[in-house]
């Protein structure tokens, strides 16, 4: 079964440094691999998304995030934070071309931005 | 741009009422679910479908049941609500083309007391 693991339940950054926020996967194959944002109060927005090719993936606002079949990761970063950026970050993971009921969630890391 | 109406964003419900949570996408989407968001569980889907009509499980349906009679709605339905279904409920389209990305509503904050 696939799995989703976000080691960090909060990370608190100060503006302007740079950011990682980590995603380990558990999948037999090359999966579809998301990143998405939630502010509060909220839906989900997506950032990012992986799905062949270049390993690196440019999202919107700024955001990047490198999939390392190696490693099993896709870890989300972003050169300089802004403080509108303090929000919930989800990783989630799916098989290619099976449709997003097989979608898997990681449990979400809290970015808290420092002035 | 593709828009996902969740009809309320607050609910307050008493232990044994039937409650319905709406939701509307307004770019003929082929595909909506209805997760349930909780602290340190993440997301975990509850209900999707594929079609009018048309609806499956997810990981946790229990205690739940949908309705689709329409392309654009997809209503969930706690037939007798609990304390523990207390928990912010988010609304996802999506289309068939390929790579079409997940949608979300903004999410519906149930309280059952």
């Known amino acids: 079964a696939q799995s989703v693991t976000q080691p960090d339940i909060h990370i608190t950054v100060s503006e302007g440094a740079s950011l990682e926020l980590r995603c380990n996967y558990s999948?037999?194959?090359?999966?579809?691999l998301f990143w998405y944002v939630q502010s509060p109060g909220q839906g989900l927005q997506l950032l990012l998304k992986y799905f062949s090719g270049d390993t690196l993936v440019q999202g919107i606002k700024g955001f990047e995030a490198e999939f390392k079949r190696s490693q099993s990761s896709f870890n989300l970063r972003k050169p300089s934070v802004h403080w509108s950026d303090a929000a919930e970050y989800f990783c989630a993971v799916g098989p290619i071309n099976s449709g997003y009921s097989t979608l898997t969630f990681g449990k979400g890391t809290m970015l808290l931005v420092s002035p | 741009d593709v828009k996902v109406t969740q009809s309320s964003r607050y609910l307050v419900k008493r232990t044994g009422e039937k409650v319905f949570l709406e939701c509307v996408q307004d770019m003929d989407h082929e595909n909506m679910f209805w997760y349930r968001q909780d602290p340190g569980l993440g997301l975990r889907l509850i209900y999707f479908?594929?079609?009018?009509?048309?609806?499956e499980k997810g990981d946790i349906p229990e205690g739940y049941s949908v309705s689709r009679e329409k392309k654009e709605r997809f209503s969930l339905i706690l037939e007798s609500a609990s304390t523990n279904q207390t928990s912010m409920y988010l609304c996802a389209s999506s289309s068939d083309r390929e790579n079409s990305p997940l949608h979300f509503g903004n999410g519906t904050r149930l309280t059952v007391t």
């Open positions: 479908s594929y079609d009018v009509k048309m609806k």
């Open positions: 999948y037999g194959a090359t999966p579809y």
